[in-house]
């Protein structure tokens, strides 16, 4: 069997896959956080729980309902979109005047209720949700066997990202979002209902939650407190690539992954600790982060 | 000559309103000293030295978020630090006595604080808040793995020793008092601190940055020694609580316990001393009451509620309503 630096490369390109499916994770949470903070300012801890929140509601959709796959797709960010909407309205609007720290503990609040009350609910131990038959089986690479649902992963994930950076790049709803993270209040004065702006950028940000939530269901374990443990390596993720662009939330989040996954071949203790050691490392050459504009 | 009479008996009245200020809140601390001294009579010693050690971590977290407007979120890594230290050098080696165990605990977490200090000044605002919490993470992950920290389950049966060689610290009581003695320290130090020079330049800091550095100040440095002082005195909380409960757990690396001091910190009040304290007390013992009834799971989701209520309701915490209330009807 071929080598390289002493491992099989089957067992690299694994692994490899194994990164890039993860990064494909970090990738759509850390997009996420990077929307809503362009617009609110603030940090979202509820990512995680919301992430979890729309992996739940596809295994519960599917038991209870008998809601396949494809419907949840679709069905569960807009369900779990809303619940950010309500969270927006009810809650962050009226700190949003306040240091944009108490933004931050509120979402951890949030959180904290979130994942207390599901864990009351559902336990700590994973649901199991089976993946679609279409999913079953994958294709042999030669070099690697690719199972097709984390080749769907990866590119429904980098197409969703790529739709979000189409959208506020080159749409005039996009251009409003841009527009809204420069100076807000001009725009409000140019008659642009910039609460209802926050209030579907924030719902979208979770949106984009919800729907890695839906696609991490059938290949992560799915309980109440999934979310929590992942959301601190998105935000090393996002300290690293810095907040500057949507493109290098998604850079960042894809090549982390992929370290890590190395990581795990080369050295499997260090596999959870890689990404907080690349953060700070690149804190101390680069605070600003690899895609950071601001100081 | 009219105008300087009334600017003295200006001065005056207010060095008089200072004095009769002051000796109020002296009067409130000696009360406050009576009740800790004489409290384990009437409540469980060990029930009580857990509220010291939370209110002392509360003390040091809010020498950051109170008086310098720094938000670390990671606070749980100095705790478990100082507690780990100290749990694995008294169970380790029989010559250690208990109080070269807590001195070391302390010294471990301080080191730490001024590793983590020098990497997270980089950023500010919510960026700091973040760094701190990964940082804290990569502690977790060390204590997860290292060999000598007992892995998931944590340090057991950490000997309580003998203080100075002397008092037995079995006793229930003696320990109480040792518990008191170093959480005053830590309180005093802290109200010290706050109302020094160096305080001041910290509160300006947290007011107004761009003008603490336009006026020359190196603000960094002045993060920094807050940081690592903050963190020492979370180290020797750590340190005090493993002694006590003869245990280094996980949990209080976890990020959850990062958040739990921030609860605390905020729900007693920020940027007021006697806060966190009353923080403390208020949610260690909502914890024991909640465990002991049929909500014992509930835990997590009431904090989270409470937490809700507490940044949309009232930031300025119970402390902090309490003196503004004081402010507006009785003076």
Redesign the interface.
Known sequence: MDMILGVPIAVLAGQLLLGVINGAFYALLSLGLAVIFGLLK??NFAHGALYMLGALTTVVMFDAFGVNYWVSLFLAPILVGFVGVLIEYF?LR??AH?D???S???T??????????L??IYGVSGLRYSMPDVFRGGVNLGFMFLPYYRAWVIVIALLVCFGTWFMIEKTKLGSYLRAGTEDSQLMQGFGINVPLLVSLTYGFGVMLAAFAGVLAAPIYSVSPVMG?NLL?VV??V??IGGMGSIAGAVITGLLMGVIEGFTKVFYP?GA??VI??V??IV??IR??GLFGKEA | MAGSTNESAIKQSIIQQRKSADRKKLILNLVLLAILLIAPAVLYPVFLMKILCFALFAVAFNLLLGFTGLLSFGHAAFLATGGYTTGYLLSTYANVSTEMGIIAGTAAATVLGLGFALVAIRRQGIYFAMITLALAQLVFFFLVQAPFTGGEDGMHGVPRGYLFGLVDLQNNTAMYYFVLAVFLFGYLLVQRTVNSPFGQVLKAIKQNEPRAISLGYNVNLYKVLAFVMSAGLAGLAGSVKTVVFQLASLNDAHWHMSGEVILMTLLGGTGTLLGPVVGAAFVVNLEYQLSQGALGDWVDAILGGIFIITVIAFRSGIVGEIQKFMKKNLS
């Open positions: 603030i940090i809650l009226r700190i306040e944009h720290i108490y931050l503990l509120l951890f609040g949030v959180a904290l209720v979130i994942q207390g009350v864990t009351n929590g601190i935000f090393a996002v300290v203790e959870s600790a907080f050691l953060m700070v804190l101390l605070p600003s």
